[in-house]
């Protein structure tokens, strides 16, 4: 069983940056993947980025250029700088985890971000 704790969310206006945090404790053998999906009032949830544990990463269209996804495995913690937020990042933010088989195996408790002026 892994567990995870989000922190970082936050207001923010639109242009301003937050940084978002989700430490793993418990099975960390279990983790190959670890990101961050959203999910906004009425839309489904959407995979925004992912890293693996030899650090390839992927991110959705819509946030490339301005979000980076980092992971400090010796901490077992992943971070997700944003930049340049829009109000259309508004969302609850959900850190997980997943195994080599891209079988998500744990789920953050989310935390929301809302940029508006």
């Known amino acids: 069983q892994v567990q995870l704790v989000e922190s970082g969310g936050g207001l923010v206006q639109p242009g301003g940056s937050l940084r978002l945090s989700c430490a793993a404790s418990?099975?960390?053998?279990?983790?190959?993947?670890m990101g961050w999906y959203r999910q906004a009032p009425g839309k489904q949830r959407e995979l925004v980025t992912s890293?693996?544990?030899?650090?390839?990463?992927n991110y959705v269209d819509s946030v490339k250029g301005r979000f980076t996804i980092s992971r400090d495995n010796a901490k077992n913690t992943v971070y997700l700088q944003m930049n340049s937020l829009k109000p259309e990042d508004t969302a609850v933010y959900y850190c997980?985890?997943?195994?080599?088989?891209?079988?998500?195996?744990?789920w953050g408790q989310g935390t929301q971000v809302t940029v508006s002026s």
């Open positions: 418990g099975s960390i053998s279990s983790i190959y993947f």
């Open positions: 890293i693996s544990n030899g650090g390839s990463t």
């Open positions: 997980y985890t997943a195994a080599n088989n891209l079988i998500i195996n744990s």
